[in-house]
């Protein structure tokens, strides 16, 4: 799930129907864009960017590694990198 979860409406159930889909000891990866992070606050400042990321809703890393607890995940490896994060977790 890339660059997917600022735009949920409701990621906890995103999450769980993806663990649902997902097979039996397979891997889960979300790659998002940290709010706050390099990344985030430079597109914020792109004219087409800032309008196309205005309904974005972006979540610091503590906030996604909670909602992925939360849908039954646990984690197995963050790598972040100018505010783009990467997640993997089953």
């Known amino acids: ?45 792109e004219p087409v960017k800032g309008r196309f990321l205005a309904v974005a809703r972006f979540f610091s890393v503590a906030e996604v590694r909670a909602l992925l607890e939360t849908a039954g995940f646990r984690e197995l490896r963050t790598d972040c990198h100018h505010g783009f994060c990467i997640f993997t977790a089953r």
């Open 1 to 45: 799930m890339v660059t997917v979860l600022c735009f949920l409406l409701d990621p906890i159930q995103g999450f769980r129907e993806a663990r649902r889909v997902l097979a039996p000891g397979g891997t889960f990866t979300l790659a998002f864009i940290e709010r706050d992070g390099e990344i985030a606050l430079r597109y914020g400042k």
